[in-house]
């Protein structure tokens, strides 16, 4: 019953803010790296944020750098994602991840979340 639930999207303004949560259930998230990922209406599924155990090494899509930010609380079993300055072509379902900090980054996982949808319109 190890599941990755997902949080906090819904409707935005170009410009606002949302912060996504990943929790999980059934597994601790301590020993994983966590990886954020996005899939547009049309569009391929990619990555947007990955955070490793350690919470030193980070990854951004170029796409988002500057504007997104990848946290994790180990104690509370959740990651999350602040997403700031948000623009329409951030529209997406976004899904959390788990697996190897080295690999994730190309969608390489062990559970997915369901996906939280964020759309961005005014």
């Known amino acids: 019953q190890a599941q990755l639930v997902e949080s906090g999207g819904g409707l935005v303004q170009p410009g606002g803010s949302l912060r996504l949560s990943c929790t999980a259930s059934g597994f601790s998230l301590d020993y994983y790296a966590i990886g954020w990922f996005r899939q547009a209406p049309g569009k391929e599924r990619e990555g947007v944020a990955c955070?490793?155990?350690?919470?030193?090494?980070?990854y951004y899509a170029d796409s988002v750098k500057g504007r997104f930010t990848i946290y994790r609380d180990n104690a509370k079993n959740t990651v999350y994602l602040q997403m700031n300055s948000l623009k329409p072509s951030d529209r997406a379902v976004y899904y959390c991840?788990?697996?190897?900090?080295?690999?994730?980054?190309?969608?390489?996982?062990?559970?997915w979340g369901q996906g939280t949808l964020v759309t961005v319109s005014s």
């Open positions: 955070i490793s155990t350690s919470r030193i090494n980070t």
């Open positions: 991840a788990i697996g190897e900090f080295r690999t994730i980054v190309a969608g390489v996982a062990q559970i």
